[in-house]
């Protein structure tokens, strides 16, 4: 049987030792008071959370899967899963990082997100039903009106309502542009919205009592394309004027999707039919509102592959130190090592990388001061489709990984490995395909500024050179990103100029580019673990756990950071090995 257990360890050492996050954050005045202690004794009371009611439903959910009634078109969800959801929400859960006005407990973002990282270690399709809520409570914190926030946030933050982000239509999945949903605009200022929606995550379910779903659609004098494009809520059930749940609205499942993984999450048909709805921001600007869903939902994906790198992780570790092969445990081999550090290290950098955006997208919110606020804003929005693709990428490398190193075992379910190879794989195409991550990288936040947010993050990698320069115990971490950051910047300015003559040079290169700054960003993050596990060895800790940060940095920078040699020398390929194939592709 698979098990887990709560990596509150290596969290402590990312949050305190490497970010120094209650420093960082009672600059804000949210979390004046905040402390050390808190944080640890909620991702401890957090981690038995995940560990005892959620994880022990996560193959049984994945074996029953989710019904649907055609009378009805209700959904039920796996046994257990409607149970557990009322405790976590009895317990406070839902509502951590909820501004207390709303009635949440105000806590940081990079609390909230280390507590999910142990939840979708515990179980992926579980987590995407509160999780999904988060994102819908973001873009109307930022975008609803008084009345509307006064309306739903509570309720999202108990948990009571659930949220969703409705965009996707048969036809129309990446270019949101050729969406068909119409909205009417009626005389008393409501919609009445008719369309098809496909593939809506706990579009439908038996966990709470009101799903607010938060639908894109077009009014009948929108601009063609993505600008023409409006943001609604529409309630599952009404909602009346004392917060009471009215009469059911226009919008139903018409069916569920049968998948490959995350069988426990309802992957919804919503059919809406004069559904009423009310219109968030302005009209035919829907997408910002949505853009802030979308952006927190990425950072959740890849939070959600960093949960089952780790859990794959943990299970591959205990199997390899038991499994005796030529007389010998199986963990005594060097490729077998090989695997478990991929993982290991994949978990780490990813775990880092999260902490940090979290912790950038806590200042960009409520940082008092506006230059921080926009700095953070713009740091994150690169970071963003990295934290996304390239640990999603990560998540399907480890997974498989840790599924060979359980031979033929891994490829049997009872052990719950192939589990997490098929979950995660979903991690790759939903919140915008990976490919869509790397366009995104490289021609809206790299080449649309010639470059600049890439050169402040490589201002941060200066700051390290400069601090640790002349540290000859740090130049095996240093000397390796400062090299890979030159030869980005090179790129960059080649592939800025090629992209003006011919586009397709920047559609052609860009999944290995998000592929390199992955790794510098990796290479910075395990540079700065690297550091602060030298510290502390320097300072007389002789505990294990820095020698064992310390082996897993030079193995990361020996065995997976090469890949960015690899991916720029394919980078520079150019368009024409892809574009000149008609031969090929016939
Ligand atoms: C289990 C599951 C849950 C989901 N949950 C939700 C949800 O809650 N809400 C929601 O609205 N949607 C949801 N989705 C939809 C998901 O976000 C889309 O499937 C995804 O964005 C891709 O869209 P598509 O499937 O239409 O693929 P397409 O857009 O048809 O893309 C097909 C392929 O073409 C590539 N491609 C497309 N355009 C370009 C381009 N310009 N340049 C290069 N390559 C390109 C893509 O990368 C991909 O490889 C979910 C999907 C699944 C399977």
Redesign the pocket.
């Known amino acids: 049987m698979p098990h887990y257990t709560p990596p509150l360890r290596d969290m402590q050492f990312v949050l305190h030792e490497v970010f120094h996050a209650v420093e960082e954050l009672r600059h804000i005045p949210r979390h004046a008071d905040l402390d050390i202690d808190t944080i640890n004794s909620v991702l401890e009371e957090g981690g038995k959370f995940a560990k005892e009611i959620i994880f022990p439903l996560n193959q049984s959910g994945d074996a029953e899967g989710c019904t649907y009634d055609r009378q009805d078109h209700s959904v039920s969800t796996p046994s257990g899963f409607a149970e557990a959801y009322r405790q976590f929400r009895e317990a406070g859960w839902t509502g951590l990082a909820c501004q207390a006005e709303f009635g949440g407990q105000g806590l940081p973002i990079v609390v909230n997100q280390a507590f999910y990282e142990m939840l979708n270690s515990a179980n992926q399709a579980w987590a995407m039903y509160p999780g999904?809520t988060h994102g819908a409570y973001a873009a109307l914190e930022a975008h609803g009106t008084p009345e509307q926030k006064s309306t739903y946030l509570p309720k999202m933050t108990s948990g009571e309502w659930t949220g969703?982000?409705?965009?996707?239509e048969p036809h129309?999945?990446?270019?949101l542009g050729l969406m068909r949903t119409k909205a009417e605009p009626q005389p008393n200022g409501t919609y009445h919205i008719t369309g098809e929606?496909?593939?809506?995550?706990?579009?439908e379910h038996d966990m709470a009592d009101n799903i607010i779903h938060l639908v894109l659609a077009r009014l009948p004098d929108a601009p063609a394309g993505i600008k023409g494009i409006s943001l609604f809520i529409v309630p599952k059930f009404h909602v009346n004027a004392d917060g009471s749940l009215g009469q059911r609205n226009g919008i139903h499942c018409g069916g569920l999707?049968h998948?490959m993984g995350?069988k426990a999450?309802a992957?919804c048909q919503m059919v809406l039919e004069n559904a009423v709805g009310t219109l968030v921001g302005q009209p035919h600007k829907g997408m910002h509102g949505m853009f802030v869903m979308m952006n927190a939902a990425r950072l959740g994906v890849g939070n959600q592959s960093l949960g089952l790198t780790e859990v794959a992780y943990q299970n591959a570790l205990a199997y390899a130190k038991e499994r005796y092969q030529m007389g010998n445990a199986i963990i005594h081999h060097p490729d077998v090592r090989k695997m478990l550090l991929t993982a290991k290290a994949y978990a780490e950098g990813g775990r880092a990388l999260e902490a940090f955006c979290a912790l950038l997208l806590e200042k960009e919110h409520y940082h008092p001061d506006a230059k921080v606020r926009s700095e953070s804003g713009e740091l994150l929005a690169l970071l963003t489709p990295i934290a996304k693709a390239f640990l999603t990428d990560n998540g399907h490398i480890a997974t498989n990984a840790c599924m060979q190193v359980l031979g033929g075992h891994g490829f049997i379910r009872q052990w719950g490995m192939e589990q997490l190879v098929r979950d995660n794989r979903?991690n790759m195409?939903?919140?915008?395909?990976?490919?869509?991550q790397s366009?995104d990288l490289l021609g809206r936040k790299v080449l649309s500024n010639n470059g600049a947010t890439l050169r402040k993050f490589g201002k941060l990698i200066a700051q390290l050179v400069e601090e640790e320069g002349v540290n000859e115990k740090m130049s095996e971490f240093i000397t390796p990103i400062a090299a890979l950051g030159d030869k980005l910047t090179k790129f960059t300015m080649e592939i800025g100029f090629k992209g003006l003559q011919n586009p397709d040079e920047v559609?052609a290169a860009a999944v290995d580019y998000l592929r390199a700054t992955g790794h510098l960003v990796f290479g910075y993050l395990f540079a700065r673990m690297a550091q602060t596990a030298l510290r502390q060895v320097a300072a007389g800790h002789t505990d294990t756990f820095y020698l064992g940060k310390l082996q897993t940095a030079r193995f990361y920078f020996a065995k997976l950071f090469p890949e960015s040699t690899s991916a720029l020398l394919s980078a520079r390929t150019g368009s024409k090995v892809l574009m000149h194939t008609e031969a090929a592709l016939r």
Do not use: P, Q, R, V
């Not at 129309?172 to 270019?175: A, I």
């Not at 195409?429 to 869509?436: D, L």
């Open positions: 999904l969703t982000m409705c965009l996707t129309c999945g990446t270019d929606k496909i593939f809506i995550s706990a579009g999707e998948k995350i999450s992957t979903i195409i939903y919140e915008g395909t990976n490919t869509i366009l559609g």
